[in-house]
């Protein structure tokens, strides 16, 4: 492990976080969405988070494993318990949001933006394991490989922004306030990748357990939150078409880009 290597892997890592602010400048530029776009880009955003989960964090974590030596049934395992972390972690914060917005002026207390507050917190909190994945990629020696990893996540952190941006509009956020969360979200990855480059020589074992434990929390809000959501706004159109195109464009950038 070299410094020159984890200093490149720290930057990189703040190139690909960056993409998430082109997301939040389409919104920027489209302005906040009526009722039935809003519905349309809830169930966008449900799908990039369920590809974003499989593709970008089970898949990966299942890998390294494997890479490890870890048996079939060992890896399943492993990155089984790890998604139950993340979910548990998620569904603890939900039962706790009453006592936040009560106690914080920070914590929304309308239950749709506790919502939106929670998906915020998931895909923030599933870009830290990204930043690792690119920070780690560049310490093989090998940069073609480094910079491959930060295009994919990179690329596909752009409709991670706009789902993040849009939510945010809904709720009346100035265009400059979506774009700029939208982008802060992604500015996360440099902190992941300066840990991952950190415990490299000490344990990459701790990896796969953090994307498995970030793809936990993911799904978690998905399911119980975000898709839930769109339910109950069926009067303006159904959500399901935006959610698989979501899915199908975040599979095509993962899959492709792998």
Do not use: Y
Not at 12 to 21: F, H, N, V
Not at 30 to 37: I, K, N, Q, T, V
Not at 230 to 256: C, E, F, I, Q, Y
């Amino acid at each position: 492990m070299t410094m020159s290597a984890a200093f490149l892997g720290i930057a990189a890592s703040l190139l690909a976080g960056a993409m998430t602010g082109l997301g939040g400048l389409l919104v920027a530029v489209s302005g906040a969405p009526d009722a039935r776009r809003q519905n349309l880009l809830i169930g966008f955003a449900a799908g990039v988070m369920i590809a974003a989960a499989f593709a970008s964090l089970i898949l990966p974590a299942f890998a390294q494993l494997r890479g490890g030596g870890a048996s079939l049934v060992a890896a399943g395992i492993s990155v089984g318990i790890a998604l139950w972390l993340g979910a548990a972690a998620m569904a603890w914060l939900g039962v706790w949001t009453d006592t936040l917005a009560a106690r914080s002026r920070f914590w929304p207390a309308a239950p749709d933006e506790r919502r939106i507050a929670l998906f915020v917190l998931a895909i923030t909190l599933h870009n830290l394991p990204e930043g690792m994945a690119v920070g780690l990629s560049f310490m093989g020696g090998d940069p073609q490989l480094g910079w491959g990893t930060m295009i994919a996540i990179g690329l596909q952190n752009i409709p991670e922004g706009l789902a993040v941006a849009a939510l945010l509009a809904s709720l009346g956020w100035s265009r400059k306030r979506c774009a700029a969360a939208a982008l802060a979200t992604g500015l996360i990855e440099p902190l992941g990748a300066a840990f991952g480059v950190t415990i490299a020589g000490a344990s990459a074992a701790i990896l796969p357990w953090a994307l498995g434990f970030a793809a936990g929390a993911m799904l978690f809000v998905v399911a119980a939150e975000i898709i839930p959501h769109t339910r109950r706004h069926m009067a303006h159109g159904s959500a399901n078409p935006a959610l698989l195109a979501g899915l199908t464009l975040m599979l095509v950038l993962d899959l492709s880009l792998s």
